[in-house]
C-alpha cells in the first residue's frame, strides 16, 4: 500500500463524458499514465483517431494522445481510478469493476450527486461495492470545457488518509490544474451534490427575470442550507466555505455555462421539468439529488426550503411562481437559524 501512496502513476479514468475527458487530459499533462474508459464505441474511436471527444468538448482538439478502452479489465492494474460517470450510475459502475479486479487502489469519485434510491452519498455506495477499494473525492469549481482547455483552477480532492489525500494531490497537480488535499470526505461530496440543486433555483430566477438580486439573495441562502446539512452530516466548516462548497456554488449558480443553471432557467421560461428530462438532453445532477437531498434534511431535522422548491417543480407538484411565493411566504426568521 504504502509503495503505491507513494508511486501514483498508472491512472484509470472512467466515463467518456466531458469531465471524464477533461480529468484524463489534466492527469496526462500531471505526467501520469492514462487510460480513459468509456462505453460508447464512438467515443473511443474519436479519442484514438482525432484528439477530440466531439460529442461532449465540441470545437476542442487535444495535444495529449489518450490511451482509450472500452473493455474494463484493461484498467484493473491502475495505481488509482478516477470514476466520472453520473452520479446515479456509480452503483452499476462499481458492480462493473469488482467483476474484472480487486481494486485496493484509491476510487476518486468525481460524480457530484447522492443516490437517489438510497440516499447514500457515493463514497458509502463505494464502500458497499468495493470494500477493498479507498474512497476520495475529487469537487471544485470546474466547468469540463475550460479544464479540457487547459484553463486554470483549483479543486479539493479528499481522502480520509491525509498522506494519501496529498499523494493524490501530487499526481493530479497539473499547471492549470491545483488540487487542494482535504480528509474531509463528506463535505466534499455534500458541496458538489447541493450546489446542483441550489444552481437549477437560481437558473429559474433568471429565466423568470426576477432580477440579479433574487439571483443574489437565493445563492446566498443556498449556501446556508449547504452549510446546515452538510455540517449535520459531519462536514467540515472549512470544506463547505472552501472551493467544493462555496467556490462551486458561485460558480454554477452564476454561470449558463453551468446545465443546472440552464435547466432553471428553462424551467423559469415555463418549460415543464418531466418534459425536459424525457427529451434526455444534457445532464443535470441535481433534478436527481433535489428530492433526495430534502428528505436527507428530514432525517438531520434540517430545513431546506429552497431545495424542497426545486424538488416540488421538478416533480411537477409545484409552478415556479408558487414554489417562489411559498419561499417568500414563509414566518421571518433569524439570519443564523437560531430562534
Ligand atoms: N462537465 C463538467 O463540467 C463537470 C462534471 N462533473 C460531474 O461529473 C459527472 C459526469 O459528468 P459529465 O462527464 O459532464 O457528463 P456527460 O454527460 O458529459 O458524460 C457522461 C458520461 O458518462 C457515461 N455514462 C452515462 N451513464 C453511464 C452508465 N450507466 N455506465 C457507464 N457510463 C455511463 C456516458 O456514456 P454515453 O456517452 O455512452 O452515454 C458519458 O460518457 C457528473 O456527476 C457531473 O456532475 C463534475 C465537475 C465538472
Ligand atoms: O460541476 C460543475 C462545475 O464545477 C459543472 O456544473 P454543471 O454540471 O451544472 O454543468
Known amino acids: 500500500m504504502s509503495q503505491k501512496i507513494n508511486n501514483i502513476q498508472k491512472v ?3 466515463g467518456g463524458g466531458g469531465w471524464g475527458t477533461a480529468l484524463a487530459l489534466t492527469a496526462a499533462r500531471a505526467g501520469r499514465d492514462v487510460i480513459l474508459w468509456a462505453r460508447d464505441p ?3 474511436s474519436d479519442i484514438r483517431s482525432r484528439q477530440q471527444n466531439q460529442r461532449y468538448l465540441p470545437g476542442i482538439t487535444f495535444d495529449e494522445e489518450l490511451l482509450a478502452t472500452n473493455n474494463l479489465a484493461e484498467t484493473a492494474n491502475a495505481d488509482a481510478i478516477l470514476l ?3 452520479a446515479q450510475s456509480t452503483r452499476e459502475m462499481l458492480k462493473a469493476l469488482a467483476t474484472v479486479g480487486t481494486f485496493k487502489v484509491p476510487v476518486i469519485l468525481c460524480a457530484k450527486g447522492i443516490e437517489r434510491s438510497t440516499g447514500k452519498l457515493l463514497s458509502d455506495v463505494l464502500i458497499e461495492e468495493l470494500p477493498q477499494a479507498i474512497p476520495a473525492v475529487l469537487s471544485g469549481p470546474s466547468f469540463a470545457d475550460d479544464v479540457a482547455k487547459g484553463l486554470p483552477t483549483a479543486v479539493t480532492v479528499a481522502c480520509e ?5 496529498e499523494a493524490l494531490t501530487t499526481a493530479l497537480a497539473a499547471p492549470a490544474f491545483r488540487p487542494y488535499a482535504s480528509t474531509d470526505v463528506i463535505g466534499a461530496q455534500v458541496g458538489g451534490a447541493l450546489k446542483n440543486v441550489l444552481a437549477i433555483a437560481c437558473g429559474a430566477v433568471v429565466g423568470r427575470k426576477l432580477g440579479a438580486s433574487a439571483q443574489a ?3 446566498a441562502r443556498g449556501f446556508a442550507e449547504l452549510t446546515r446539512l452538510g455540517a449535520a452530516m459531519g462536514a467540515q466548516q472549512e ?4 472551493l467544493s462548497g462555496l467556490g462551486d456554488l458561485v460558480l454554477t449558480c452564476s454561470s449558463a455555462q453551468s446545465r443546472n443553471f440552464r435547466f432553471g ?3 423559469g421560461e415555463g418549460q415543464n421539468a418531466a418534459d425536459l428530462i424525457a427529451a434526455g438532453g444534457k445532464l443535470a445532477e441535481g433534478a436527481h439529488s433535489a428530492k433526495i437531498a430534502v428528505e436527507l434534511g428530514k432525517q438531520h431535522g434540517i430545513e431546506l426550503p429552497i431545495c424542497e422548491a426545486v424538488a416540488e417543480v421538478v416533480q411537477g407538484s409545484s409552478s415556479i411562481d408558487k414554489a417562489l411565493s411559498s419561499l417568500m411566504s414563509r414566518p421571518l426568521k433569524h439570519e443564523d437559524g437560531k430562534q
Do not use: D, F
Request: charged share 10%; proline share 4%; aromatic share 0%.
Open 217 to 219: 439573495a437565493l445563492t
Open 265 to 267: 432557467v428553462e424551467l
Open 161 to 165: 488518509n491525509k498522506t494519501l489525500a
Open 42 to 44: 464512438g467515443t473511443i
Open 12 to 14: 484509470a479514468v472512467l
Open 84 to 86: 466520472v460517470t453520473p
Open 239 to 242: 470544506t463547505l466555505t472552501g
